[in-house]
Structures are given as structure tokens and as C-alpha cells.
């Protein structure tokens, strides 16, 4: 319901659901990730496009963007753009674009050379390399959610709903959930060295820090609004990194 709700059947819900929603949140992140895997291979499989795989990057942005991060690409261009006019549509253009070309640019690296795993953990690995990104990407921007409300407590203007996860996930729960997307960047990453692992995990997270911070401070305090915009830019600065640091 964080994700994805609208604000009135959030505002009719019991705070008190929510206090372990961080739970929840990072779970159902990495099951989204899994789900545009899915999109993906489908799409690959369909139109069995060669590089670039522009097909295969359309349907996922699509999915993407009109089904589990919906309201989170609205709530970013509410916060880079709070006023109505021609000026929003252009932003709304350049976020769809920058997921667009990043989409357009992933490879799936079938020929990179790494370490085998044992024939029955081989499956957790994806061979192709552009999965683990996708895997990762809403694990990273479900964690932008965690930590914001580390550095920006709840005032007046923040929601019943975001109070009550943001009490209950404290520093201590924050950092056993960063576990998931830490781990899982240095494991998939490990291919390409030990300094483009350590920066794209390093990276990912002061970009989910500076996300959460300048958010906040441009919805004047921590908001549902404020952390799914967060939430985005992260998924987008991750891709970014990786992309960066991809010889």
C-alpha cells in the first residue's frame, strides 16, 4: 500500500498497520525486481531483439512505470516540479527518458568471466547480467525509504501511516535490511573487480541518503511523497552507477 495506493484508502487504514510495513516493504521490493525480470525475459523471448534490446527495455519500462512505481515517478515530478504547467511535462519527460536510455543501454554480458557456484545455487545467480540489476534496483530504492526516516524524523505535516513505520524502523532495522541490497550488489557484482563492486554498493547508498534528505526538505518534512520520490531517484542513481563502473 506504500508503493502503490492511492492517498484516501491509505488515510482510511489504522496507523498501527504499518509499523512493521518495512518488512513487507523490502520483501515485496525484491519480488517486484523479479517480476520485471520476468517482463523482460518475456519480451526478449517475444521479439528476440539483439543489441540494443529496445523492445525488451520498452515493455519493462512500461510495466514499470504504470503498475508497481506509478505513484512513485508521480510523487518524483510533484517534488521536482510542484506547479502545474508546461514546465512538468517536461520533467515528466526527462524521468521516463533517463529510465528509458538506462533500460536501452543494459547488456545482458553473457561472456563475463566469474567463479562457478555449486550446479544447485547456480540458479540464484542470473546469467544474464542485466537481471541482477533489475533484481536489485527496487531493493535499493525500498532501502531509500528505511534510512530517510533516520535523518528525517516525523513532524506535523508527515502522515499517520509514515509515523508509525517510521517508529518502528529504527537504525538498528534499517541496517539489517541493508543486508539484502549490500550483499546482493557485491555478490552479483563480483565480476567486474573490487573497486567497481565497493562503488557501485557505496554509491547506491549515499545516493539512497541524499535522495531521502533533499526530498524531505523539498516536501518541507517526511512524507509518503518525500520517500517514494526517494525511492525512484535511488533505482534510477544505482543504474546509473552500474552503468558507470560496467567496462
Known sequence: MLLAADEPGLGAEPPGRFARAWVGLTIQSLAWGMVLCGVWGLGWKTFRDFEPLIMPAVATLVVFMLWPFRRAAECLLEVACPREGRDRSIVAAVIVAAFAMCFMVLKPDFYRNEDQLPYWLDWIRPWA?????????????????????????????????????????????????????????????????????????????????????????????LTRRSLLAANLLTQLAFVVVYLANRR
Do not use: D, N
Open 129 to 221: 547480467k542485466l537481471y541482477r540489476v533489475l533484481v536489485l534496483m527496487p531493493v535499493w530504492g525500498a532501502w531509500s525509504m528505511l534510512i530517510t526516516p533516520q535523518f528525517c524524523r516525523p513532524t506535523a505535516v508527515t502522515e499517520p501511516y509514515v509515523a508509525a513505520m517510521a517508529r518502528r524502523c529504527g537504525p538498528l532495522a534499517a541496517a539489517a535490511c541493508l543486508a539484502i541490497p549490500l550483499a546482493g550488489s557485491i555478490f552479483y557484482f563480483h565480476y567486474l573487480g573490487l573497486r567497481p563492486q565497493v562503488t557501485i554498493a557505496g554509491a547506491a547508498a549515499l545516493s539512497a541518503i541524499a535522495a531521502g534528505l533533499i526530498c524531505c526538505r523539498r516536501t518541507g518534512g
